[in-house]
Every structure is written in structure tokens, then in C-alpha cells.
């Protein structure tokens, strides 16, 4: 199989015990990573340090690497520091709240080596309550090449947990670009945009915390504003058409300034089984 790095920001605010959640799927994979770059951002709890001093030493001596972002603030410029410490052919993206199915680096290390030309790859994500009690819905995403870059005109074709992709590229491209939201939207679209193949497995990969006030932060000037920087950015590089961006911007408006429970409904619907 082809080496492969997990890069996983660790913000100080996360609850220890979603991070133990976390870091026990990555020990239960039917085909463990070779290195687990974890960046932290602010200072750690001694709850903290105790989840990761027991997973430590169960992936294995200098697997589980803790890196300090140091001046670094924000979840681009923290993926950058990361980023540049993998040393793996491939790098997968995890969070610290969710959970890894076991087959997972298998299913993509197969596939990656099937087709080595890909050099991005993902796959379908389960989505629950912040208790893992009550599944919520599925994020899909487009499977086939061609359907991957139509969708991507108007939404991002990659779930961020999901995803492995070739760490030269992502070098090559200048990795995450700074900014507030999206940043992995933006990123994919550098992919795209240079020509480099992608794909997704039609498979469920993670298991994802949905998280308290989804909704409520999905909406709102704020989002909004994000949602406006990414789309610029997109049409800077020439991914999106003036066109495309007038009519992308004019709809992303109309649902993030609507009440919290259309937004809810709309997630629903996106997201059914």
C-alpha cells in the first residue's frame, strides 16, 4: 500500500472525549497510517494530554506526532503547518470529533493504487447528533469524474473528513487557501482547476458529529460574507464564470438569510436517506 499521513487539527476548545472517540477509530483500521499529524492550536487540557499520552502509546512508538501551530490562528493556516510535516505519499484529512469506519484507509489505499493518476479522493459521510445516538442523514457526494465537476460549479463535491490526496500536489498548489469558511471548497477547486483526476467512493467513509446549532451557524450575514470570499476566490482562479458566480451568490443569499428553520428543512432534505 502507499504510505499515508492523517492530518487532524486539534483546537483546545474540543471535548477530550470526542478526540478519544476520534483517535480509537484510527487504531481500529483494518489498515492503520503510517504517521498521525496532530496540530494543535491553543493549550491543551491535562484531559487533553491524557487521551493522547493512551493513544500514543497504542498506535505505536512516533505515529501519533503533536505538532504546535505556534503563531499560526485559524483552520487554513493550522492545515498548512500540518500539511507540511506530513511526510506520506498521501495525506487524509480527519477531524477531532469524528469517527473513522474501520475499512476506511483500506478502501482508499486500494482504490489509490488501483489508479494512481487520481490524486484526490473521498467518499459519502453519516452524519449524527453530537452523541453519535441518532443518525441525522447522509452527506453523498458525485461519484463519477464529469459529475464531480459539474457539481462543483455549485457546491463543494468532497466531503473535508473523507478525503486522501496526493501531498506533492497539495504542495504544488500552494495548499489550504487563507481564508474564513470553505477553505476546503476553495482548495478542491485548485485541484480542478490544474486538471488533476478526482473521485469518491460510493461508500459511507465517516461517521460525523452534525454538532449543537448546525443550522443556526449555516445561516446569517456572517456565513454569508464566508460564502462571498469563496466564491470570489473561485472566480479569481477561473473556476467559476461570471455567470455562474452572479447566479451561485444569488442563491446562497436567499437561503442563508432565510429563518433558521428553512435552513434546517433545506439540510434535511440534502442530507436523506
Known amino acids: 500500500m502507499p504510505s499515508l499521513s492523517v492530518l487532524m487539527p486539534l483546537y483546545f476548545r474540543e471535548a477530550p472525549a470526542y478526540l478519544d472517540v476520534s ?3 484510527l487504531a481500529a483500521q483494518t489498515h492503520r497510517a503510517d504517521e498521525v499529524i496532530l496540530v494543535q492550536e491553543g493549550v491543551l487540557t491535562d484531559q487533553h494530554h491524557a487521551v493522547l499520552d493512551r493513544w500514543r502509546a497504542e498506535l505505536g512508538e512516533g505515529v501519533l506526532k503533536i505538532i504546535d501551530a505556534g503563531e499560526a490562528q485559524g483552520l487554513p493556516a493550522c492545515l498548512n503547518v500540518g500539511l507540511a510535516h506530513c511526510t506520506s505519499e498521501y495525506v487524509a484529512r480527519f477531524d477531532t470529533d469524528d ?3 474501520p475499512e476506511r484507509f483500506e478502501w482508499q489505499l486500494a482504490y489509490l493504487r488501483a489508479h494512481p493518476e487520481v490524486a484526490l479522493l473521498g467518499g459519502h459521510m453519516a452524519e449524527f447528533d453530537p452523541t453519535f445516538g441518532r443518525l441525522v442523514g447522509y452527506k453523498r457526494v458525485p461519484t463519477n469524474p464529469a459529475e464531480i465537476r459539474r457539481f462543483a460549479r455549485w457546491r463543494n463535491p468532497f466531503n473535508h473528513p473523507t478525503v486522501v490526496y ?3 500536489v497539495a504542495l504544488a498548489l500552494g495548499g489550504y487557501p487563507d481564508m474564513g469558511a470553505n477553505e476546503d471548497y476553495a482548495f478542491w477547486a485548485r485541484f480542478l482547476v ?3 483526476p478526482t473521485a469518491n467512493l460510493d ?3 465517516v461517521n460525523a458529529r452534525a454538532g449543537e446549532g448546525l443550522y443556526q451557524r449555516r445561516r446569517g450575514r456572517r456565513y454569508l460574507r464566508g460564502e462571498l470570499e469563496t ?6 482562479i477561473r473556476w467559476l464564470s461570471p455567470i455562474e458566480f452572479g447566479l451561485s451568490y444569488g442563491l446562497r443569499s436567499t437561503v442563508r438569510l432565510l429563518p433558521v428553520g428553512f435552513v434546517e428543512r433545506v439540510y434535511l432534505f440534502l442530507r436523506k436517506a
Open 23 to 25: 483517535l480509537a477509530s
Open 99 to 101: 469517527q473513522c469506519l
Open 166 to 168: 496526493r501531498r506533492d
Open 194 to 196: 490544474a486538471g488533476y
Open 203 to 205: 461508500t459511507v467513509l
Open 231 to 236: 466564491l470570489r476566490f473561485l472566480r479569481k
